[in-house]
């Protein structure tokens, strides 16, 4: 996987800002959204492996 790949569903955050607020979403932000997408799950997987397990749940984004 391309480490600057889309991991957020971009017509879905377009959707849900609109519906909440009315206003529009730049393209920008689904790249901003990718890169605290990708740092919660590097932060998981190190939680994960910390303790010593190979499933990353969700008590391992905190």
């Known amino acids: 996987m391309s480490e600057k790949e889309t ?4 017509s879905k ?3 849900f800002i609109k519906e909440a607020s009315e206003l ?3 393209a920008a932000v689904i790249d901003v959204l ?3 997408v990708r740092a919660l799950c590097e ?6 492996k910390a303790d010593g397990r190979k499933t990353v749940q969700e008590k391992d984004f905190k």
């Open 24 to 26: 529009k979403c730049s």
């Open 34 to 36: 990718s890169d605290k």
């Open 43 to 48: 932060a998981a997987i190190q939680s994960a």
């Open 13 to 15: 955050v377009k959707a």
């Open 7 to 10: 991991l957020v569903i971009s």
